[in-house]
């Protein structure tokens, strides 16, 4: 039973960071209906960058910030250089921009940091060593990362939610051609929600390095367990992403232990995706599309 | 006269290498070949039904394990796996097909991107540790040349692999122009459209699918008889990557683009690999998104393109009507840059 807790605590820890990516490509999939195949790179290279300003001697969350502000550029510039000109283009050409993006961001992270294996630091985990919380079931980077997250998607949900800027930008994502008309900048909007992904994932990135240590490969799984935590929740719905995130961590955890093993946790993930592909296609949140002929 | 022609320089130039090309060429260009049959594979999916893949490489290592397995555990000859890979990644492509071919739009490549990330832990796994040999993976024998002709295991396995790709070519070539080929493009054209005229859109995907997995599933087994070696991470997910990859680069919807797009898979890394270790990466990355912008029908539409300027200035020059006529036999498929601008899904 204490194993099984254990587990479960586990899971929502990893779960808040499976939330945290999938909430990023719901966001892109809201505003443009393209799915970032190379949100998992992104992410890596933005750890790369923390940890190399932290290797530059800057205290951890100064880089922890200075991250997010670099990724949060990197999205825009990504958006307004290479995806507006495939606005409109078949989906196998955005579907191979993605790809053309993941290719790069793999190769520079090897390129400019290496191939070999790192570890990052958790400012949760201090000199004192001690134990863990909760009777010793949660490690200290377990409960910081999930605060951590926690604490960001509150953040977002706030500004999507109680903010002039983030009303325009679910304006824009919502109804472009309305939204310009009253005076939304929609170009700008949808950059800006290619900056706040980006962001979001150089989160999740340096929240997830001090557990599965960093290297170019190091997010490929983490994205298979959001792509199973956004279709999950539904693909287009936000709120649904982040429950979908906790419930994948859960699933992976618990499943990894006692169903299947630790080697067959990425199956477990496709095997989440065939079922709700299956069972329920929109998702636990979503709601089913109906086109008009 | 001319239409003969053609497909016969086309055999002297494939013929040639086995003649001139050292043994390790000739490796790399059986290699290539094998390729271009995946590739051709994703190609009817992906370019003339329109449902991307990006979990290719999933079915090249089912085709290429299956091969190896039946090889080394039970002693099958190499020829007679690869009927038994392809009929198994046809029903496997089905099975993946029919969850998410149902759905329009971008689940058939989630789901498949999934696969290809999922496919080498599973390769790896202890239960399966007999056959698969694990994270090692499985050493086999090259076949010699049969019927005691005088020629290298390696000329033989390109002329074998280039047998097979003939036939899958002309097969994918009757498909594509026949009534089926026709129903997948209405579908990747206008899905609603297709419907209406009574095109059971589902089904069609899904059984397209699963040729297309069938014919990767081919290449796979090929690939594991010329390098007599299979092991989990040479599947990756960056694999499926390259051969689509590969797809774009050669050309979408084109029957030679699969050719183009495999020697771009096979020899581009060889040349960018002496630049740096994460040179093919990048090298793959940006040629992949300058196709995608500056020349989308690829290599071979391009080509097509120009073959088709030459010949109307030849023909608007020749005034004989059956001149005329022949050359506009040979008029090119429209390729999705012409016919697939709408969204497809």
Redesign the interface.
């Known amino acids: 039973m204490a194993g099984l807790l254990h587990q479960i605590l586990s899971g929502l820890a990893s779960g808040g960071i499976y939330a945290s990516v999938a909430l990023a490509l719901v966001m892109i999939y809201q505003a443009t209906h393209h799915v970032n195949f190379a949100q998992g790179e992104m992410a890596t290279f933005s750890t790369f960058i923390a940890l190399a300003l932290i290797h530059a001697g800057l205290p951890y969350w100064i880089a922890f910030f200075a991250t997010v502000v670099i990724s949060f550029a990197i999205g825009v510039a990504i958006e307004r250089l290479l995806l507006r000109p495939m606005a409109d283009a078949p989906v196998l050409s955005s579907v191979g921009v993605f790809i053309g993006l993941l290719l790069i961001f793999n190769a520079c992270s090897g390129w400019f940091f290496g191939y070999t294996i790192k570890r990052f630091p958790s400012p949760f985990e201090g000199s004192g060593g001690h134990g863990g919380f909760l009777g010793g079931y949660v490690s200290p980077h377990e409960l910081g990362s999930t605060a951590v997250t926690l604490v960001m998607l509150l953040g977002v949900y706030l500004f999507f939610r109680h903010t002039r800027l983030g009303l325009a930008m679910r304006a824009a994502a919502y109804n472009p051609v309305s939204s310009r008309l009253v005076g939304i900048r929609v170009g700008w909007m949808l950059a800006l929600g290619w900056g706040l992904a980006a962001a979001i994932g150089a989160v999740a990135g340096m929240m997830i390095a001090p557990i599965v240590f960093l290297d170019p490969n190091m997010m490929g799984g983490i994205l298979l367990y959001a792509f199973a935590a956004a279709l999950l929740g539904g693909i287009a719905n936000p709120l649904g992403a982040v429950i979908g995130g906790f419930a994948v961590g859960i699933i992976e955890n618990v499943g990894g232990a006692y169903i299947v093993g630790p080697e067959l946790k990425l199956t477990l993930a496709l095997a989440v995706i065939a079922a709700v592909l299956v069972i329920k296609p929109s998702g636990l949140l979503g709601r089913t599309v109906v086109g008009r002929v | 006269m001319r239409r003969a022609l053609l497909p016969l320089l086309g055999a002297l130039v494939l013929l040639a290498p086995v003649a001139f090309a050292s043994d390790y060429h000739l490796f790399q260009l059986t290699l290539a070949v094998a390729y271009a049959i995946a590739i051709l594979g994703l190609n009817l999916v992906?370019g003339y039904n329109?449902q991307?893949s990006?979990g290719h490489g999933a079915f090249y290592a089912i085709g290429a394990y299956l091969s190896a397995v039946l090889m080394n555990n039970y002693g099958v000859p190499y020829w007679a796996t690869i009927p038994v890979s392809a009929l198994v990644c046809a029903a496997f492509g089905f099975a993946v097909g029919l969850?998410?071919l149902?759905?329009g739009?971008?689940?058939l490549?989630?789901?498949t991107?999934?696969?290809a990330?999922?496919v080498p832990?599973?390769l790896?796994?202890?239960a399966l540790g007999p056959w698969t040999g694990g994270a090692q993976g499985i050493v086999l024998d090259k076949p010699d040349a049969p019927f005691g002709l005088p020629i290298s295991s390696d000329q033989w396995l390109y002329l074998f692999s280039l047998a097979i790709a003939a036939v899958l070519f002309l097969l994918a070539r009757n498909l594509v122009r026949g009534r089926i080929g026709r129903a997948m493009m209405a579908v990747r054209d206008h899905a609603?459209a297709a419907e209406a005229m009574g095109v059971p859109i589902a089904m069609l995907k899904t059984r397209t699918f699963a040729i297309s997995a069938m014919y990767t599933g081919i290449a796979g087994a090929i690939g594991a008889i010329a390098v007599a070696f299979v092991a989990p991470d040479s599947f990756d997910?960056f694999l499926s990557?390259y051969l689509?990859?590969g797809l774009?680069v050669g050309g979408?919807g084109s029957l030679l683009g699969p050719v183009f797009g495999a020697l771009f898979v096979q020899f581009i890394p060889n040349l960018a690999q002496s630049v740096?270790?994460?040179?093919?990466?990048?090298v793959?990355?940006?040629i992949?998104?300058a196709f995608?912008?500056f020349m989308?029908d690829g290599v071979a539409g391009a080509l097509h393109r120009g073959v088709a300027a030459w010949t109307q200035r030849r023909a608007a020059s020749l005034p004989d009507e059956e001149t005329r006529g022949a050359l506009a036999a040979d008029a090119p498929i429209p390729t999705?840059s012409e016919g697939?601008?709408?969204?497809?899904?």
């Open positions: 992906s329109g991307v990006l969850p998410a149902r759905l739009g971008l689940y490549a989630l789901v991107f999934a696969l990330v999922a832990q599973v790896k796994v202890n609603l997910v990557i689509f990859a774009v979408v740096s270790k994460s040179a093919p990466g990048a793959y990355g940006v992949l998104i995608l912008y989308p999705p697939g601008k709408a969204r497809v899904g």
